[in-house]
């Protein structure tokens, strides 16, 4: 049985979700949200596809996820924060998902900014796109595959490689999204508070690469809007950080 059965989707997921658009194939999801967004979709439109043939990454990377093994989705939000902070959307993200893992028993840490690692092996991508008002937050979660293409085999993982145990992809978005919802319709400094605790991050001697860097420090906390804050002053919005120590 397809477990992205749009039916079955429908009944899975919560009532916050005000449309859903499903793609059995798509090139991006957040591509097709954003568009959507862009001719007025509501807060809480989902695009969903089994695959995609353009999957965007961060920094301009590429996602790459064979068709059935993965949840590829994007939700258009409005949220009704102050737009500076419409950088923690994609913390709640990374929130909601680890929340949802510990609900069934997994323990999944967060790398700053938002890449979610089950033990040190990354088992999903977050991207944050935000225009004009509304943000575009698209998650790619690897659920079902049992092998990752060369360049990423010693950093990947899905769910059923790191557990051994078997996930029904309608069943687990239908609990990420309740959990995103309370984030992004609460209160954003709730959304810090909860990320902390996830965040692995925090504590560790860091590389930061990218526009900020080259720079190494120890990472000692998250500020208002997210960004990442060095022991001797430094904050980083954006780049790559490689934990060290
Ligand atoms: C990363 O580089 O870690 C972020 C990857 C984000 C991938 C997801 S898959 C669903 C959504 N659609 C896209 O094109 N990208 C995001």
Redesign the pocket.
């Known amino acids: 049985m397809n477990d992205l059965d749009q039916a079955v989707l429908r009944r899975a997921l919560p009532g916050w979700v005000t449309e859903l658009r499903y793609f059995s194939q798509t090139d991006?999801?957040?591509?097709q949200a954003a568009a959507w967004a862009q001719a007025g979709a509501p807060h809480g439109s989902l695009v969903i596809a089994d695959f995609?043939t353009a999957?965007?990454?961060?920094l301009g990377?590429r996602?790459l996820a064979p068709a059935g093994s993965s949840l590829?989705?994007?939700v258009v939000l409005r949220p009704g924060w102050d737009p500076q902070l419409f950088t923690l959307v994609s913390l709640a993200g990374a929130v909601a998902l680890c929340e949802c893992l510990e609900e069934k028993g997994i323990a999944a840490a967060v790398k700053w900014p938002n890449?979610v690692l089950i033990g040190e092996r990354k088992v999903s991508?977050?991207?944050a796109e935000a225009a004009a008002g509304v943000v575009v937050l698209?998650?790619?979660v690897n659920v079902k595959q049992e092998r990752f293409p060369p360049e990423i085999q010693a950093t990947a993982t899905s769910l059923q490689a790191s557990t051994g145990r078997r996930f029904d992809r309608s069943q687990l978005l239908a609990g990420l999204i309740r959990r995103l919802a309370s984030l992004v319709d609460g209160p954003a400094p709730a959304v810090v508070d909860r990320y902390r605790r996830w965040c692995e991050t925090l504590g560790r001697w860091v590389r930061v690469d990218g526009s900020y860097g080259p720079v190494e420090d120890r990472a000692v906390d998250v500020d208002s809007t997210g960004a990442l804050i060095l022991e001797h002053g430094d904050i980083v919005r954006a780049g790559d950080v490689y934990q060290i120590g």
Do not use: A, Y
């Not at 991006?28 to 591509?31: A, I, L, Q």
């Open positions: 991006s999801t957040n591509r995609q999957g965007r990454g961060r990377r996602w590829l989705f994007s890449d991508g977050i991207l698209g998650m790619g």
